[in-house]
Each structure stands twice: as C-alpha cells, then as structure tokens.
C-alpha cells in the first residue's frame, strides 16, 4: 500500500463520499491537500519525509483555469501548463501555493 494504513484508510472514505478528488500528486511520499477561501485556493503540498522530494501535481479542471498568485511557505517559482506542475519540497517542510481560478 502507498503511504501505509492511514493512508488507504482514508482513500477508502474518500472514495465513501463519491466526491471529487481535486488535487493529486504523483509521488505517494507527499500530502496534497487544496483549501478554499473566496476566490482563492490555497495548496499545501507536505513532505514529511527526511529527504527532499520531487513530485508532479494536478489540480482538477473543474476548478479552471488556475493561476498562481503567491507562495506563503518557502519560495517557490512557478511553471504551470494546464494545471499541472512540478514542485519540490524540502526535507520535513511544506510549500503552500496561493491560486486563483
């Protein structure tokens, strides 16, 4: 199992609600997880592991077309085509990206 028991134990709710994911990251050793306020998104992408780490993102098209506006946690330039990105995150730190749509 990716991430272990905690980790597919809550798939498994999620999949429960039959709502839509609408974030995901590519390597299973990150936590992905997208808040809302207004008219802003906010993205908290977290390695909790002891090495840095490299993964692709996606955020949904149903939210549109997102544009990047600001990182509150660590720096961060962006490259962003179609809602997808690549980011990396330090050892035991987060990014949290602002977005608009």
């Not at 809550?10 to 808040?35: C, G």
């Not at 780490?53 to 179609?82: C, P, V």
């Amino acid at each position: 199992m990716k991430g272990g028991i905690n980790a597919e134990y809550f798939r498994e709710i999620f999949r429960f609600t039959k709502r839509e994911q609408l974030v995901w990251a590519s390597n299973p050793a990150i936590q992905a997880r997208l808040h809302r306020k207004d008219k802003n998104y906010f993205l908290w992408i977290v390695n909790p592991t002891r090495e840095a780490q490299e993964t692709g993102i996606k955020i949904s098209d149903a939210l549109g077309k997102m544009k990047f506006t600001a990182s509150h946690w660590n720096e961060y330039r962006m490259g962003m085509a179609e809602n997808r990105f690549t980011a990396q995150v330090p050892a035991r730190d987060v990014l949290i990206l602002e977005f608009e749509s």
